[in-house]
Structure formats: structure tokens, C-alpha cells
């Protein structure tokens, strides 16, 4: 019985076939399909559906509007061999997601595609840029600031954030209604039957938190590049125009973190660190402060308030650029500048260690010997070392991948 019944389990994330429509063959073309990273928001931790043989979820959408196609098949049904058994409620579940205004019906769809000739990109131009393929040819792209008082973009922006539980970890849908929400759109700009037509190609919310006494903190909460256009530079395109964008607003004070990208966690992924530092990087590079003759000299107040009045860059921030740019400027077959480096890097990362400490000298007043050994223990200036060689080795790796990325950009 156990083992009929496995038959009836189904992977969600290969399951659901997603999909931005261009053209009506797309429709039936594989190729045009991608899948989810992640299921379990609405199926659970095992991400499985139960209760079908050769579940298919259809989630289609036109390129430039989203207008959505919502569609669920199967071979057969746990109902029709076990009276007892019932299926999970798969389309109740997708719809607790999917915006009101889906279709069910592929001629339906096919008759909102046509009208993607009436979709333009909402909000105000920030950037256009290209981008070359050999195979393909040169492609542009548009940048748009848009917010939810600009006419339909509510209901875009409803549709759009549907993909971020399919690859982003712990997504949660946005209050959009609040009018401290910036939103940043990528579009593809390209012709169809002499046409001009736009394909949504990923996009950033930013919320503007407010800083005593007349300032705001713009902090970078959701970024999401959609599969189809993923490692072709989207992400730091639309990073720089942003980080551009705040910097010509006299009450901003600086631009934080990342709360959510692409299909990564609450906390800042490793991902969003690596393009971050590249943007930042390629911003600072230029500016007198972090000049090749003055990074040998140290992390100096000058570039502190250089990248923060010109770039909203905070201390943390430019202090990594910093280490990243000295790199690029240091003879690493130098041994004693190779040892100045070191020992400046692993300065700063020694800090939490240093922390750690003030923190037992606290603690020893009011803890048992034997937590007092506990916690000294953890302490051990060996085990210290070796996570700090390592720590170093590992964010120097990541710095000379920026910097062969700022080659490339040269």
C-alpha cells in the first residue's frame, strides 16, 4: 500500500513549469521553460505534492505585462485507485499566490499576448544600456524607477513578486501600499512584427528609512533577475543605476544592505556581497582618496568621507573597497607589502575576536568557573589564529574575483 502510494508523490520544483511568453509557439516550446529553486513556501519542507502521476503546473506569463497563465495537469489521480486517499489541494495552494485575474484558458492567453504591443515600462528612465552575444547579436535594456501610484503598476507589481517564492529562500510578499517603497525595473527592449516590445527582466525594491533629524537610509530589501537573463551583468547594472540614482538626492545619507536577492536568504548572501563590492569598487576607483599613492598609506578619514559625500558609501563599505583596490595596487611577490596587506586586512577581521574578549572580562564576574573554562575555551588563541588565516584567505580570493571582473570593465 505504502509503496502504490509513493507513486502518487510528485517534485514540486520539477513540477511547476514557468515560463515568459514572447510569441505564441512559446507556449508549446520546452525550451522557453524554467523551474523553481524553491517549493517548500507552499508545499512545504519536503516540497512535494501528493495525490498525482505526472504532475505538471503551468505558470505562464507574458513577457512584457505578466498576464498569467495558470494551468494544472496529471496522468491520473490517487481518487481513481484508492477511495480513501484524498490529493493535496495543489491549484487552492498556487492560487493563495496568484494574483485574481489569471486565465485558465490558452487562447485566452494567447489573446492578452497580442496586446503586449500596448505595454510600456512604467515609471521614469534611469539607464539604457547594451549588452553583446556572439550568437545572438546586441541586445538593450532600460532601467525604470517606478512606485505604486504610477497607473496599473500595483497590479504588475503583484504579479511580479510571485516569482520571489520560487527563488528566493524565506520570501515574503511587500507592503506596497506604504510610500516609502522605491521600485527599480530591468526591461529588454526588442522588436516583434515591427514592433517595439519590452520583456521584464528582473527588478530591486528599496525602502527609505527615515534618519534623524531630515535624512533617509535607502536599504536595498528585495533583488530578483530573473532565470532566463541571469549572469549576463543585469544584477550590476541595475545596482549601479540605483546606487547612482540615490547619490544625486541631497537628503540621502547612504545606501545599506540587501535584505533579499535572487533565491538567497534574509541575511545578506554571498552573492550580493561579491556584486556589491564590484560596484562599489568600480565607483570608488576613481576618486582622488583611493588614488593608487594614497591606498598604501592606509584606510584614511578622507576616503571615509569622500565615498560617503559623493557615493552614499558608509564606513563598513568603503573600508572593504579599500581592501580591495589596495590589493589591485599591491605587489603581492613583495613580501614585505605582501605582509603589510596581510597584517591591514586581518586587522579589521580580527575585530569580532577582539569583541569576544571584552566580552569574557565581563562575563567573569558573574559566571561558575566551569562556564568561565566553557567560554574560554571557545577562545583558544590557536583555534583564533587559524580561523583568522583562513577568514583572510577567503575574503582575498573573493577581492581578486572583483578585481578580474574590474578588468574586464576597464
Known amino acids: 500500500m505504502e509503496k502504490k502510494l509513493a507513486e502518487y508523490k510528485c517534485d514540486t520544483n520539477e513540477a511547476i513549469s514557468l515560463k515568459l511568453v ?10 522557453t521553460t524554467f523551474h523553481p529553486e524553491y517549493s517548500h513556501q507552499i508545499f512545504g519542507d519536503d516540497e512535494v505534492a501528493f495525490g498525482y502521476k505526472g504532475l505538471q503546473i503551468q505558470l505562464f506569463y507574458t513577457a512584457g505585462n505578466l498576464s498569467t497563465l495558470f494551468k494544472v495537469k496529471y496522468s491520473s489521480k490517487v481518487t481513481e485507485t484508492f477511495d480513501c486517499v484524498e490529493p493535496d489541494d495543489v491549484e487552492g495552494k498556487i492560487r493563495e499566490i496568484v494574483p485574481a485575474g489569471f486565465t485558465y484558458n490558452t487562447d485566452d492567453f494567447i489573446s492578452l499576448l497580442e496586446k503586449e504591443a500596448n505595454f510600456k515600462p512604467f515609471g521614469t528612465l534611469l539607464h539604457t544600456y547594451t549588452v553583446h552575444s556572439e550568437e545572438a547579436g546586441e541586445f538593450t535594456y532600460q532601467i525604470h524607477k517606478a512606485d505604486i501610484a504610477c ?6 507589481h503583484e504579479r511580479l513578486q510571485t ?16 510610500d516609502r517603497w522605491d521600485f527599480f525595473l530591468v526591461f529588454e527592449k526588442y522588436n516583434k512584427d515591427g514592433e517595439t516590445l519590452y520583456a521584464t527582466v528582473g527588478y530591486m525594491t528599496v525602502y527609505n528609512y527615515y534618519v534623524y533629524p531630515d535624512k533617509t537610509r535607502p536599504r536595498v530589501s528585495q533583488m530578483l533577475i530573473l532565470p532566463p537573463f541571469q549572469g549576463e ?19 540621502v545619507q547612504d545606501i545599506t544592505g540587501l535584505k533579499k536577492m535572487l ?27 583611493f588614488a593608487a599613492d594614497k591606498l598604501h598609506l592606509g584606510f584614511s578619514a578622507d576616503m571615509v568621507k569622500e565615498a560617503q559625500e559623493k557615493l552614499k558609501i558608509n564606513k563598513k563599505h568603503a573600508r572593504r573597497v579599500y581592501e580591495i583596490l589596495r590589493l589591485r595596487a599591491t605587489d603581492m611577490s613583495d613580501e614585505v607589502k605582501a605582509r603589510e596587506y596581510r ?38 588563541t590557536q583555534t583564533q589564529h587559524e580561523e583568522l588565516e583562513k577568514s583572510y584567505q577567503v575574503v582575498v ?10 578588468a574586464t570593465q576597464a
Not at 574575483?401 to 574590474?406: D, G, N, Y
Open 397 to 406: 580570493e573573493g577581492y581578486r574575483r572583483i578585481i578580474e571582473r574590474l
Open 263 to 289: 533565491f538567497f536568504s534574509e541575511d545578506p548572501s554571498e552573492n550580493y556581497v561579491k556584486l556589491r563590492d564590484f560596484v562599489l569598487a568600480k565607483l570608488c576607483q576613481g576618486l582622488p582618496s
Open 22 to 31: 514572447r510569441f505564441p509557439e512559446d507556449v508549446e516550446d520546452d525550451g
Open 343 to 380: 597584517l591591514e586586512v586581518k586587522k579589521r577581521l580580527f575585530g569580532p575576536y577582539r569583541k569576544n574578549q571584552r566580552e569574557l572580562a565581563k562575563m567573569r564576574k558573574c559566571l561558575r568557573p566551569e562556564e568561565l573554562v566553557s567560554h574560554m575555551g571557545q577562545m583558544d
Open 233 to 251: 551583468g543585469h544584477g550590476a547594472q541595475l545596482l549601479e543605476a540605483v546606487h547612482r540614482f540615490y547619490c544625486g538626492l541631497p537628503k
Open 163 to 178: 516569482f520571489l517564492m520560487w527563488f528566493i529562500e524565506t520570501a515574503s510578499f511587500i507592503d506596497a501600499d506604504d
Open 151 to 156: 497607473p496599473g503598476f500595483q497590479e504588475y
